[in-house]
């Protein structure tokens, strides 16, 4: 199996095979020598090159990090053969992306209306959740196409905020 | 998880304290209904609530703890100092009554000196508190004090004493039965604390020797003794730079710290205060103490130590808890729990002990290392940070010590471990493509609307009036 995997954005190319009990692993194209066991649900065992780590999976609303040791790292696997053909994430992929909510809160401020340009960081909402205000940014540089919460309305994790293409 | 635990279990009501944890007339219907001979009542809730214990007393369940009139006693600071300016107790320079004005404040303040603090006499928790360094700061300190005190405790009683300049906390168990035996058990040193909230604690202190312990001990005996004291409580000194220790308070019930006084005596704290409120005597007297070796307990709160360490609630998807030699883990918590936002943040108490500092420092390094709780934020990386300070593993700790360790620029974190985790997202994929675990950060546990819901919440008072929001 090929995986493309981002680890806190950097990309990785991951070649992946188990026979039996053996493993082989290519990561960016170098042999890596390695064992891994999943020691329980979202727990995995692995010695690299001789070397142990304990790496724990979580998930978010929005993300699936994985922590080796205390380290957390964000981590996203791309599926290789997609067509959009994500080579080295750019702030201008093609191809429409969704701004989700990462916790309930409430929407505070819409700065942005539809069908305006953004640039790649640029705030498009406000939303306020525990009394702390998060600003809620473009993922990429293009148009706003849609904005699916309105100012005041209450958001649940996982809801989409907006639409930017 | 106590629920679980127990044998038997009875409903008391919503999840807000004042509607169930702290109804007087639905815990004593629970100890009716169950025929219960006494109860408990922890720490927090009602543990220092006088009329509580008397109303115990009234229906015929035995309070296990002191009597309503030492909880008096002490409950007011200002009557606490009274009482212990009559036994000789030595404490901070200040009133024993609350001010009656402001210009009683500039004449009490220039006799004891800048800078001082000014106290509310029913406080607690660093409300109704202020430290005044020059006198034209005084006036506006004060009526903020009083009308904070009012605010928080329904009292606007404030008075005066003089601040020690980074003083350790250092506080001594007391145990004594019904029948006049009083005994010291030890001391803890409770310095570490952020916002007056303990964070960190170990026993015995750095800087006691065994002459202090004993001086401060019988100090702490004769506290004890004026205020009629039976069953467990704690004496806290503050102690300055010249290891001059004064009477601070006394709290009149058992402490969440107390686990490292039980592992450094040997003596389980919660048995004998059953045993002492059953009527029995104390079935060792003060030579019989013995101190030996040393352990530290973190508190494990459900915070966010990279957002002002606001409560983070939720779900805790995957519990890694840590033991082995010299391990304790006092813990609530469980795997598929969600935390929830009506009540404290505590989720556990993490303990490690050894047979010296050092050991007990490296067991508990390694403990919060194999901890891992997934979901949500906690404070472990905290403890990770200052188990590996070169201050603590000194032993220099004063009450400034954490907010200094937190203003400074936190330790570079090596990230070198990229690849190894690149390799473990294509195993999981491969072994496990989906977690079971449901996403966190959707709403609440009882499934009620985000926003509105947590504007109710205790926490969310508790942090306006911390200031964080």
Partial sequence: MVYDVSIDGKRYRLELERKETRW???????????????????????????KAYEIKREHTATDMHLWVGSVRYLAELHDPRSLRGRRGATADEKGPRKLLASMPGKVVRVLIREEQPVEAGQSILVVEAMKMQNEIKS?????????????????????????VE | MHVR??????????????????????????????????????YGFLSENAKFAQACGDAGVKFIGPGPASMEIMGSKTRARQQMEKAGVPFVPGTSRGLESADEAEQMARKIGYPVMLKAAAGGGGKGMRLVHRPEE??????????????????????????????????????????GNTIYLGERECSIQRRHQKVLEESPSPILDPDMRQRMGEVAVRVARAASYTNAGTVEFLVDQDKNFYFLEMNTRLQVEHPV?????????????????????????????????????????????????FPSPGKITLLLSPSGPGIRRDSGMYEGWTVPID????????????????????????????????????????????LTDADFQAGKVDTGYLDRLLKAKPPHVRREDEEVAAIAAGIFAMLEPTSAVTANGSSSATGSAPANGIAASSWKRAARVEGLS
Avoid: W
């Fill in chain 1, 24 to 50: 082989h692993c290519r990561l960016n194209g170098r042999e890596v020598e390695m064992d891994a066991v999943l020691a329980r649900r979202d727990v995995l065992s692995v010695l690299i090159a001789g």
């Fill in chain 2, 138 to 179: 005084l006036k506006p300190a004060l009526e903020a004090a009083q009308s904070e005190a009012e605010r928080a405790f329904g009292d606007r009683e404030v008075y005066i004493e003089k601040a020690i300049v980074n003083p350790r906390h250092i506080e001594m168990q007391v145990l004594a039965d019904e029948h």
């Fill in chain 2, 261 to 309: 006084t039980e592992l450094i005596t040997g003596l389980d704290l919660v048995h004998l205060q059953i045993r002492v409120a059953a009527g029995e005597k104390l079935p060792f007297r003060q030579e019989d103490i013995q101190i030996r070796g040393h352990a530290i307990e973190c508190r494990i709160y459900a915070e966010d130590p990279d957002n002002n360490y």
């Fill in chain 2, 5 to 42: 635990k127990a044998d038997e279990a009875y409903h008391i009501g919503p999840p807000a304290a004042a509607e169930s944890y702290l109804n007087f007339t639905k815990i004593l219907d629970v100890a009716k209904r169950s025929r219960a001979d006494a109860i408990h009542p922890g």
């Fill in chain 2, 343 to 386: 009540y404290d943040p505590l989720l556990a108490k993490l303990i490690g002990y050894g047979t010296d500092r050092t050991q007990a420092i490296s067991r508990l390094t390694r403990a919060l290392h194999e901890y891992f709780v997934g979901g949500i934020k906690t404070n472990i990386s905290l403890f990770r940070r200052i």
């Fill in chain 1, 139 to 163: 993922p990429k540089k293009g148009i706003v196409r849609k904005i699916v919460a309105a100012e005041g309305a209450n958001v649940n994790a996982g809801d989409v905020l907006a639409i």
